[in-house]
């Protein structure tokens, strides 16, 4: 296989998770460099040719942003990640300025996807240059087959199913969205998915164009975010293929973002189904956030939302079917122990009594990429405690910002949320909106929570 990256440069002071990352850059076939400190980087960088560096933001003698600066003085084409345990928009927004990327590391799942598409030249592209569409691999947060795409990636994904991915859990909450999903397959309409952020959206709107009629045909997936101002649907379906109307599947996802222009085209083409104009295609749309109140907001197309929401389909929160933790774990834990060649056998009870607690504002993504972080640290044969972010590992009173009830070990669930929305409030200093979009939950549902808590010190 011809490699587009050869050599990585990694900068970690904490040496276990270096030696990790180091370990399955070779497995993949490529050449790890190792430095614990942003000196060390820089004398790496002098002495070799250097395709990409990841860095961590917090090093011994300066931190990740200046390292990178530094890095370019040396070579202003090299690639770079930043990595952080300590995520804030204003890094994030710093990272920007300097062109690297930016992965948190209880995200790292996003990080090795992100690798892989590098090193292949292929499938993150920018929805703004249609010209290098490309294809990619579907997600895998509940899948059998394929890593999941980052979460935190600005690209917009293109891609095409070659396999069917699952939905893991039996409960009642998931038998139920299988049996709506194969319902919706033969239907060949316009779908609205609606879910929190990590829950399967995507996931859903493959398996749904898997099923139709429409399985042999193409599924585009497309991140409203990177529209431009000026995108124009018609430019872009031509330049899948020119030579003729593109027909099959095309996913809308984070429409809630598109640019108003856009929501107008978008309009025009489910209401007036131009065919002869477009070819034949079948629009799922997917959001997190409550369109409705967007609308009233003035942020979103009313006649778009009429449009949209004639079907939806709505994938509940891992929160809201916390027996598939179980289910889940386990199949996560063998996933990733054949990806890393590890042989973890076990998790815990320790470990999943904190996941049954824990809120998951991340829902499945974020369980996988726990999962994931702890298969990389772990050196035996179990995930103990040890192995979880700080925020797991932190004693029960200053996690959840309650204090438990004395004859408990844990705190109870109640705690933990009540917990959660009290820091999230803290954080976005009061803002209520901030704060609902923080806990990945919507703004009404935050309001009643609150109303909810109210009562209760009175």
């Not at 996807?113 to 997600?139: C, F, G, T, W």
């Not at 609205?192 to 493959?206: H, P, Q, V």
């Not at 956030?289 to 009313?302: A, H, I, Y």
């Not at 009870?349 to 972080?373: D, S």
Request: proline share 5%; net charge neutral.
């Amino acid at each position: 296989m011809t490699h587009a990256l050869k050599t990585i440069l990694l900068v970690d002071d904490e040496t276990r998770l270096l030696n990790s990352m180091a370990q399955r850059l070779a497995l993949l076939g490529l050449e790890p460099l190792k430095a614990v400190s942003g000196t060390e980087a820089i004398e790496q960088a002098r002495t070799n040719q250097i395709d990409l560096a990841i860095v961590d933001y917090k090093l011994p003698d300066m931190d990740g942003l200046t390292t990178i600066t530094r890095l370019k003085e040396i070579d202003p084409d090299l690639k770079t990640i930043l990595l952080t345990g300590y995520g804030s928009a204003k890094t994030r927004q710093a990272s920007r300025e300097l062109d690297a990327e930016y992965f948190e590391k209880d995200a790292m799942g996003g990080l090795w996807d992100l690798i892989r598409h590098l090193d292949s030249q292929a499938s993150y592209v920018m929805v703004n240059s249609p010209k290098e569409i490309q294809d990619s691999r579907p997600p895998a947060e509940h899948a059998d087959i394929g890593p999941a795409r980052p979460d935190n990636s600005a690209s917009a994904l293109v891609s095409q199913v070659d396999a069917l991915p699952r939905f893991i859990g039996e409960t009642t909450d998931m038998q139920r969205l299988r049996k709506e999903i194969k319902r919706l397959a033969d239907l060949d309409c316009t779908i609205c998915i609606r879910g929190e952020a990590g829950t399967g959206k995507e996931l859903a709107a493959r398996s749904i164009h898997r099923l139709s009629r429409r399985r042999h045909q193409r599924f585009l997936a497309f991140n409203c975010g990177c529209f431009s101002d000026g995108f124009q649907f018609e430019e872009l379906l031509g330049a899948i293929d020119p030579s003729a109307p593109f027909s099959g599947t095309i996913l809308l996802d984070h429409v809630e973002a598109m640019p108003a222009a856009t929501q107008e085209e978008l309009t025009a083409l489910l209401t007036d189904n131009p065919k002869g104009n477009a070819g034949d295609i079948r629009f799922i749309v997917a959001s997190h956030r409550d369109l409705k109140s967007r609308v009233t907001q003035g942020r979103f197309s009313n006649k778009l939302l009429h449009t949209l929401s004639a079907i939806e389909l709505a994938i509940p929160s891992l929160r809201e079917r916390r027996e598939d933790i179980y289910p889940l774990s386990a199949h996560f834990l063998k996933t990733l122990n054949a990806e890393f060649n590890k042989n973890i056998q076990t998790i815990s009870e320790e470990v999943l009594a904190l996941f049954m607690a824990y809120p998951f504002p991340g829902n499945v993504r974020e369980l996988k990429y726990i999962i994931e972080r702890a298969v990389i640290l772990a050196d035996g044969t179990e995930i103990t405690p040890a192995h979880l972010p700080e925020r797991f590992n932190q004693a029960p009173s200053r996690h959840t910002g309650v204090t438990p009830s004395s004859d408990k070990q844990l705190p109870t669930l109640e705690e933990l949320e009540k917990g959660h929305i009290l820091k999230a409030l803290e954080l976005t200093r009061g803002n209520k909106s901030k704060a609902a979009e923080t806990l990945g939950i919507s703004r009404a549902a935050l309001w009643r929570k609150l109303k909810v808590m109210d009562k209760k010190k009175k």
